[in-house]
């Protein structure tokens, strides 16, 4: 069976639980002198023990089967004991890969195997299997950057409408470095980047990603969305009803448009509930 480490929740709307790797929890830093014959032969026979160059290369998957990446190091401090583990991430046909510190407390391990379509077809819905239709499950690892950028995108967005601060956290550098990697930035893209960057608390990077998207198209509805969040998380209650304001005034004439980013497989029902919002910070305004 092969080893592998799970981070439980992450990537997906839920708390982030410690990773599972199947097999058990690996061991304190190993000793730098080698142990008597007889020690040897007991500590190599207890199921908790494992060598830390046996987790070298172990792949670390989410608890929807998909895998992440794997381990690249294993991290010591000053008194040997492992304070955690580094795992490459990311990464297209070799290029674009990026690595990210993972605490011990943040790792399980686990002796249930991945689980494919091959493997989950028993039980009402087949339990957390892999992705259907499939044999294997789908490897973030592996997927283009436009494909990962957008999972990623979504994820942190579910992530932060839940909460979830911790798991915003963790992957929004991942998210962020997936936009990075695209050779151009469309409207789309941008949008994207800055509601990444609000969901991580950054609203001055949101600003410019959407004076950024107004220098290409100056009436894009993004520019409004995105400002009247940022200006919201800055307390700047003028300039986010002006980006209200902006947003209603533009709206008809941008929607007749039709670009693709309006539509209903795209942020439609983003921009509706903008609309909305919209209309009851006009009417708020009107009333104060």
Not at 97 to 125: C, Q, R, Y
Request: proline share 5%.
């Amino acid at each position: 069976m092969r080893t592998s480490l799970l981070l439980g929740g992450l990537l997906s709307s839920v708390v982030i639980v410690s990773a599972f790797a199947q097999g058990s929890p690996p061991a304190p830093a190993p000793s730098a002198t080698p142990p008597a014959a007889s020690s040897t032969t007991s500590s190599t026979s207890k199921s908790d023990i494992w060598r830390a160059s046996k987790l070298v290369g172990v792949n670390v998957y989410n608890d929807q089967d998909e895998k992440l990446g794997a381990i690249s190091e294993i991290l010591l401090d000053k008194s040997g004991k492992v304070e955690g583990v580094v795992i490459g991430v990311g990464g297209f046909l070799g290029m674009g890969a990026h690595d990210i510190k993972v605490e011990m407390s943040k790792l399980k391990f686990t002796d249930e195997p991945v689980k494919t379509a091959a493997t989950s077809t028993t039980g009402a819905g087949g339990g957390a299997g892999g992705a259907g239709g499939g044999g294997q499950p789908p490897d973030i690892s592996q997927m283009s950057p436009e494909e990962r950028a957008n999972r990623l995108f979504n994820r942190v967005m579910l992530l932060a409408e839940s909460g979830k601060q911790d798991s915003v956290q963790f992957f929004l550098p991942m998210a962020l470095g997936a936009y990075a990697q695209l050779p151009a930035l469309d409207a789309d893209a941008r949008y994207h980047v800055g509601m990444l960057e609000l969901a991580g608390g950054n609203a001055n990077a949101a600003l410019a990603q959407a004076d950024t998207i107004g220098r290409s198209i100056s009436t894009h509805l993004f520019i409004y969305v995105l400002r009247a969040h940022a200006y919201q998380e800055l307390g700047n209650k003028q300039l986010e009803a002006r980006a209200y304001a902006d947003f209603l005034r533009n709206e008809p004439a941008e929607l007749a448009k039709k670009r693709p980013e309006y539509g209903a497989d795209a942020h439609q029902d983003a921009l509706n509930s903008f609309h909305a919002e919209a209309l009851r910070q006009g009417r708020s305004g009107r009333t104060s």
